[in-house]
C-alpha cells in the first residue's frame, strides 16, 4: 500500500491509498472553494449526561446529486469533485460538512471506490483489504490528535438509512469524548469482572460459539453471530476470535481473512429479502477502545468488533424507532434473532 497526502483548494487533508507502490500522485484541485466555516458546539444533557452535537452548518450539506455530479467520483471533463485524481483505489479526504472539527475533533470522508454504481459487497478481496488499511492507518493518525478520544469507522449505505451521497462511501468520526454507547460497554464489562472474573467479551464469543444457533459464519479468525439480544430486525456482530482493543492490534491472519469473511456477510445481507428486492439498507459500524480519558482506563479489555445492521424488518417495511425505541430506548425487536440467524445461513453464497 502507497499513502499520498495533499491539500485540497480550501486546505482540507486529502490521502490516496493505492495498491501499487510506484503510483505518483501530483493532481491539485482546481476549484475555486473558500475556506471551510464550521460552527459545531458540544452541549452535554445534564439528565441523561450524554453529549449532543449542535452543527447548524450542516443544513447546506449536499444532497442526492445527481451521479453526473457526484462529489466523490474521480474527477474527469466537466466535474471537478472532491478528489481531483482522474482514478482512485481507496481516497479519505476532511469532510467539507463536518460535524466535529478543530478541537471538537475530526470528521472524514472514506470513498471506497471510484465506480459510483458500485456497493462494498462489489469490491475484491484486495480492494476490501485495502480499506481495511485505510480504515487501521486513519485509526492510528487521529489517536495521536490530542482532542480525539476515540475513533468510529462506519458505512451507511441506502436512502432509508438517510445517506446524502449515493457514491460508495463511509465515515471516520474522531470524537473528543468517549461515546455514551461505548460507556455503556465499558461499564457492562467492569461489571462482569466484578461478578466473574471474566473478561465480558471473551464470554460472549465462548458463548455464542457453544450455543452455535446464533452463529452466521465461521472462519479460522473471526466469527460473526446474531446478539443473544438483537435490537435490530437483522443484526451480525463479527468478532476476532483473539480479542484486540482496536484496528491497529489485529494480526495478519485475522488481517488477511477479514476481506472474506466482511463481503461474504453483505452479499447475504442483500439476499435476507428475496430476489428482486432493492439493496438492503444498513449501517456498520465498528466499535473500538477510546484511547484516553476515562474511557480507556479498560482499553486493553476492551473486545474490538464490528456491528453490522438494517432497518428493513422484512420486505418493503421498515423498522421505525417509535414510542418505546426513541422515548424510552427500549427496543421491540418483531425477529427473533435465533429466526434471523438461520435466514443469514440460508442465503449463503454457492
Not at 458505512?155 to 473528543?176: K, W
Request: aromatic share 8%; hydrophobic share 35%; charged share 30%.
Amino acid at each position: 500500500m502507497k499513502k499520498t497526502s495533499t491539500r485540497l483548494a480550501d486546505g482540507r487533508e486529502l490521502l490516496y491509498y493505492d495498491a501499487r507502490d510506484d503510483l505518483v500522485r501530483d493532481e491539485s484541485d482546481r476549484r475555486p472553494l473558500d475556506p471551510v466555516s464550521t460552527a459545531s458546539e458540544l452541549r452535554r444533557d445534564p439528565l441523561l449526561g450524554d453529549t449532543v452535537v449542535v452543527a447548524s452548518h450542516r443544513q447546506g450539506r449536499t444532497y442526492l446529486p445527481p451521479a453526473d455530479a457526484c462529489p466523490l467520483c474521480p474527477s474527469r471533463e466537466g466535474l471537478d469533485s472532491e478528489i481531483p485524481a482522474a482514478d482512485y483505489d481507496v481516497v479519505v479526504f476532511e469532510n467539507r460538512f463536518p460535524s466535529l472539527a478543530g478541537d471538537s475533533g475530526r470528521c472524514e470522508v472514506v470513498c471506497f471506490t471510484p465506480d459510483h454504481d458500485a456497493s462494498f459487497a462489489d469490491l475484491t478481496e484486495e480492494q476490501a483489504a485495502l480499506v481495511l488499511e485505510a480504515w487501521t492507518d486513519r485509526t492510528a493518525d487521529l489517536a495521536e490528535l490530542p482532542q480525539v478520544e476515540q475513533v468510529f469507522c462506519f458505512e451507511n449505505r441506502g436512502a432509508e438509512i438517510g445517506v446524502t451521497l449515493g457514491h460508495p462511501h463511509g465515515q471516520i468520526y474522531g470524537y473528543p469524548f468517549t461515546t455514551p454507547r461505548t460507556a455503556l460497554m465499558l461499564r457492562s464489562l467492569a461489571e462482569h469482572r466484578e461478578r466473574t472474573g471474566g473478561n465480558l467479551f471473551d464470554d460472549v464469543v465462548r458463548r455464542e460459539l457453544a450455543d452455535g444457533e446464533r452463529v452466521v459464519l465461521e472462519g479460522e479468525h473471526w466469527v460473526a453471530f446474531v446478539p443473544y439480544a438483537a435490537h435490530w430486525p437483522y443484526e451480525v456482530h463479527l468478532h476476532p476470535k483473539r480479542r484486540v482493543p482496536d484496528l491497529r492490534a489485529l494480526d495478519d491472519g485475522a488481517r488477511t481473512e477479514f476481506p472474506q469473511i466482511y463481503l461474504e456477510l453483505l452479499r447475504r445481507f442483500d439476499r435476507i429479502f428475496g430476489p428482486g428486492e432493492p439493496p438492503t439498507p444498513y449501517i456498520s459500524a465498528w466499535h473500538q477502545a477510546p484511547f484516553r480519558g476515562e474511557g480507556a482506563v479498560d482499553r486493553e479489555e476492551f473486545g474490538l468488533h464490528l456491528e453490522l445492521f438494517t432497518i428493513r424488518r422484512t420486505s418493503g417495511k421498515l423498522k421505525y424507532l417509535a414510542g418505546s425505541e426513541s422515548g424510552m430506548n427500549v427496543f421491540i425487536n418483531d425477529v427473533p434473532p435465533e429466526t434471523a440467524a438461520e435466514r443469514l445461513r440460508e442465503v449463503a453464497s454457492t
